[in-house]
């Protein structure tokens, strides 16, 4: 009976971790893959079918918003890295015994709702708002310069938004380095560029791999961004998924949509994981 409690004992202390991904995700997948494959509408309801023409239509239709959406994903993604890799640097380094100060700088503009976080960023590039009127007044700007309904909006946006995503695992990798490594490469003749090049930075990588995975999948599935700050030209897929759901009521559109955006995005993260990831990781870390 012992050695049978023995080896029911991980099986038990993991059952809720299994029960959650259960009830939140497969239970979720599984219903979004049956609507993507149904035929009907929201009046007389839905019946299940053996239908992959809304998947062929949903991809064949929307490649444009597809790669738009990837685009901004990994521009933005790049962006926040290479400003969130030098703040999260300073911090752990040199930020003293005020560090968790500045963390809470950093996560402060978060209390406020994520749309109006946007909003206020649609008032501050609007064409004659605070910012570039004064400019355009004095001649340093023309008078036909706009930013709003740019993708340069957009990607900013989503760079603003993910920043604090990319900070704190930075921030929690580059706090555990041993200073002692540093040291040492001092004492062997290293210049500053390279410790850091040689041990700062592939000991950070476990946790530029884990900013990617927050930044990266958050901004390519994102919608708000560019329906305030961009226009129909930098819509992405979320933008379509959320019109075919609720201005179209198209569920199997809007569910074969999700999934292959899911799927693409599944692919994107193991091939990242594949060049980057986990295998980087253990050869940097050995």
Known sequence: MR????????????LPSWVYLLVFF?????????MALAVGDPLSGYTMSDNFQEFVAAFTGYEDAFARSFWYGTASTVITLA????????????????KSTYLFLIMLPFFVSFVIRVLA?????????????PLKEIGLLPRNFHLLSTQWAVIGGLVYNSFAYYVLPL????EKIDRRLVRAANDLYASPATAFMKIILPLSAPGVFAGFLLVFVTN?????????????GTYMIGNIIQDSYFENQDYPMAAALSSILMLMLMIAILLYSKVFGTDTIQEYAA
């Open 220 to 232: 390519v599935g994102d919608f708000v961004n560019a329906a305030l700050l961009g226009g129909p």
């Open 171 to 174: 921030y929690v990798v580059l």
């Open 3 to 14: 050695q049978l409690r023995g080896k029911l004992a991980p099986y038990l202390l993991s």
């Open 83 to 98: 400003v969130a890799y030098p703040v999260a640097y300073w911090i752990a380094f040199y930020g003293g015994r005020h």
């Open 121 to 133: 960023w649609e008032f501050i590039l609007s064409d004659q708002g605070f910012l570039f009127g």
């Open 26 to 34: 497969l239970i979720p997948l599984a219903s979004m893959l049956g």
